[in-house]
């Protein structure tokens, strides 16, 4: 059975760093593209950032671009979300996601729909 599990969410300080790690078993997630989430109170699920399986192509939605650094450990199939200069409007629910449908390692997608499975969110707030 394929699970995902996100730790190292938190309460930080505007202007400090998180570093989300996604835990993945169940099956060997190296070829596979996976992604990060995020859903703030009231508003929909957003695209975060998303590293292929070649672990050097990635891709950042604006409001994470220079400061949210997305990287993947193949022996401990993890993938991980480093965020800095971390702002209140980046409060929200985390979700790391996977995509099992073959791609190029060079694919990364910003859809959810295309990522099949989820895991149970980290929550992460940021005071001001």
């Known amino acids: 059975q394929v699970q995902l599990v996100e730790s190292g969410g938190g309460l930080v300080q505007a202007g400090g760093s998180l570093r989300l790690s996604c835990a993945a078993s169940g099956r060997t997630f190296g070829n596979f593209l996976m992604g990060w989430f995020r859903q703030a109170p009231g508003k929909e699920r957003e695209f975060v950032a998303a590293v292929g399986w070649n672990g050097v192509s990635t891709d950042y939605a604006d409001s994470a671009k220079g400061r949210f650094t997305i990287s993947r450990d193949y022996a401990k199939n993890t993938v991980y979300l480093q965020m800095n200069s971390l702002k209140p409007e980046d409060t929200a629910v985390y979700y790391c996601?996977?995509?099992?449908?073959?791609?190029?390692?060079?694919?990364?997608?910003?859809?959810?729909?295309?990522?099949?499975?989820w895991g149970q969110g980290t929550q992460v707030t940021v005071s001001s």
């Open positions: 996601a996977v995509c099992t449908r073959p791609h190029g390692g060079w694919y990364t997608s910003r859809r959810d729909y295309e990522y099949d499975y």
